[in-house]
């Protein structure tokens, strides 16, 4: 069964890697990452649609987390935690295969947080995302 969750985590880990290791070779880190069928269960039309969303708007998808926790600097804030935003952002602003409920992207936002990070951060996940959609017409 195809599961968006697990697609999501795979999305971020894969971001994640995409900006520490170089050069980032996405077939060797999909071998290291996937052992037997799990890897038939990733919504492969999700993850390459919003890579390459990503990648195409990443400057843009920045600028909007800067308007969005104006009180940090950029360099501050974990870049696990930009990438979360980045992919829910992503999936508000750029998705437009089939509707994601806000509701449905800013929840997956905060169990990302949940999973790979803590409470703390899963505030600042939540207050930045309902800042865009609030703000979201003057962005």
């Not at 999305?11 to 037997?36: C, E, H, K």
């Not at 919003?50 to 940090?72: D, S, T, V």
Request: glycine fraction near 2%; charge should be negative.
């Amino acid at each position: 069964m195809i599961s968006r969750r697990q697609t999501r985590e795979y999305l971020l880990q894969t971001l994640y890697a995409r900006v520490n290791l170089s050069p980032f070779d996405r077939d060797i880190f999909y071998g290291a990452y996937f052992l037997g069928e799990h890897s038939l269960s990733l919504d492969m039309v999700y993850l390459e649609e919003m890579e390459q969303r990503i990648i195409e708007n990443e400057w843009i998808l920045i600028g909007i987390i800067a308007l969005l926790a104006p009180r940090f600097d950029l360099e501050t804030i974990p870049v696990l935690h930009t990438l979360i935003l980045i992919i829910s952002l992503t999936e508000m602003i750029y998705w437009s295969w089939e509707t994601i409920p806000t509701s449905v992207s800013v929840n997956e936002a905060i169990e990302l947080t949940k999973k790979f990070s803590d409470d703390q951060w899963k505030w600042f996940i939540n207050g930045a995302l309902s800042t865009f959609l609030k703000e979201k017409e003057s962005i």
